[in-house]
């Protein structure tokens, strides 16, 4: 008698796929957590190397930084984007709290909490946090959010 096998890797691909299926709450739009809410994939867009223009062209980057990935939620025009600054984190925070206020922004906070400097900052209603780490000696990152609800 002929009996026929399915090849394991078959049976494994169909046993995940029903498996996706069964915790899929059948919305199948792309989403992304920002924040603590879920916006759709057609509310986010993301981005690299370059200032989002959800950021005021005052808003201060130190000089020679790299910006890294960057995230808009164009429904509220909350901004996250990732900076990498050739300085230590000192240094680095030092920079944003002078900075920010010599560009008419108010710096409501700018604490140093274990190994991370995170600073917040306002603008006419529109509130942000800049979070400081110092991955490298002498290498500070910098994760900026902008209109922070």
Same mark, same amino acid.
Do not use: H
């Given at each position: *008698?002929?009996?026929?096998?399915?090849?394991?890797?078959?049976? =494994?691909?169909? &046993?995940?796929?029903? =498996?996706?299926?069964?915790? @899929?709450?059948?919305? $199948?739009?792309? +989403?992304? %957590?920002?924040?603590? /809410? &879920?916006? +759709?994939?057609?509310?986010?867009?993301?981005?690299?190397? !370059?200032?989002?223009?959800?950021?005021?062209? !005052?808003?201060?980057?130190? =000089?020679?930084? #790299?910006?890294? @990935? %960057?995230?808009? &939620?164009?429904?509220?025009?909350?901004?996250?984007?990732? =900076? /990498?600054? $050739?300085?230590? *984190?000192?240094? %680095?925070?030092?920079?944003?709290?002078? @900075?920010?206020?010599?560009?008419?922004?108010?710096?409501? #906070?700018?604490?140093?909490?274990?190994?991370?400097?995170?600073? !917040?900052?306002?603008? $006419?209603?529109? /509130?942000?946090?800049?979070?400081?780490? !110092?991955?490298?000696?002498?290498? #500070?990152?910098?994760?900026? /959010?902008?209109? &922070?609800?």
């Amino acid at each position: *008698m002929l009996v026929w096998r399915r090849p394991l890797p078959v049976v =494994a691909a169909v &046993v995940i796929a029903l =498996a996706i299926a069964a915790c @899929s709450d059948g919305d $199948d739009s792309n +989403s992304a %957590t920002t924040g603590g /809410r &879920v916006a +759709s994939g057609d509310d986010v867009v993301f981005g690299s190397g !370059e200032l989002p223009q959800t950021i005021p062209a !005052e808003f201060p980057i130190p =000089a020679g930084s #790299s910006i890294g @990935s %960057t995230l808009v &939620v164009t429904s509220s025009g909350f901004t996250e984007l990732v =900076a /990498r600054v $050739d300085d230590g *984190m000192g240094a %680095t925070a030092r920079f944003f709290d002078q @900075s920010l206020v010599q560009a008419g922004f108010t710096v409501d #906070s700018s604490v140093l909490q274990d190994q991370l400097w995170l600073i !917040e900052f306002s603008k $006419d209603g529109v /509130r942000g946090t800049i979070d400081i780490t !110092e991955p490298a000696g002498g290498i #500070s990152q910098a994760v900026i /959010r902008y209109n &922070v609800p």
